[in-house]
């Protein structure tokens, strides 16, 4: 029989408040969830495994690896038509990206996991595990990657984000919206995503900064960077792509020191492009060595560039790769 493996890593999905503290905390609620949803699921088996039940915030790229692994495997089960990974919502969106620049492999691959614990009213765990078994039945998902799949929506892992701290409506795609709804049960595609590139490895380099740009910064924070043998820095620079001019040698110096500097920018949507030409505006970025990192967000090209370094990929095969 056809079935959907369900991978359980933890998060809100897998918490219920503690008496004492007051609030949620990992708890052995895997049964229960299951319990629930399968009562609802016909015509497919559902089998679960759980791996750990951590907070999302305990994701390292350890952690990655495993979940990685679980889904390799699970995959390669031929009866597996889907796979779902429930996990915490705070960094879903880079699990989720990972997933999806790291495995080729056409059958589904759905996220989830819940914005209110089991102890609250309105949990939604039980909801976005049965929508997250509805987009792997659907024939529509083959081929279209890892899915994110949240609040009767699905978005690509590639676009998405956590956008509020409490809201149920909290994953976004920003720049293009979701690739579809769950209705009734049913999914509905309305757009279909461009492929991604791919750095298919099974391991990853952690010690890749990510940095934030803000008025007035100055490049102490990259020296650290450099001088305790960092092996990649991503900036979210300011808007187009340009940073404050005192950042520019700390900049220079770490291409120097073949450490690859990526820029995207810290709003939420577009592009970055060399179209200022002052001091530590884009144009002088890119002439210096800087990689366009493209429309994506921060924390997902650290996750890229984490990938592409382990991978040992040079300047312009990482510049290759943000390219869409
Ligand atoms: N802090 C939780 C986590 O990421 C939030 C959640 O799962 O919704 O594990």
Redesign the pocket.
Known sequence: MKKIVVILT????AMKIDPTLGAAIPSPIADELMNNVKAHIKGVYIEEREIFNI???HVDHEKMILIRDEVIKALNEEETIGVIVTH????LEETAYYLDITIDNKKPIVVT???RNASELGYDGALNLTASIATCLNEESVGLGTLVVMNNEVHSAAQVTKTNTLSVNTFKSPEFGPLGIIDNDEVLYYRRERSINKCIIDCLEPKIALLKMASGIEGDIIDFYIDNNYKGIVIEALGRGNVPPKTVPSIKRAIDNKIPVVMVSRCSTGRVLGSYGYKGGGRELFSIGVINGGALPGQKVRIALMALIAANKNNSEIEEFFKI
């Open positions: 933890g998060g809100t999905i907070p999302s915030p915490g919502t705070d960094t996991g819940a914005m």
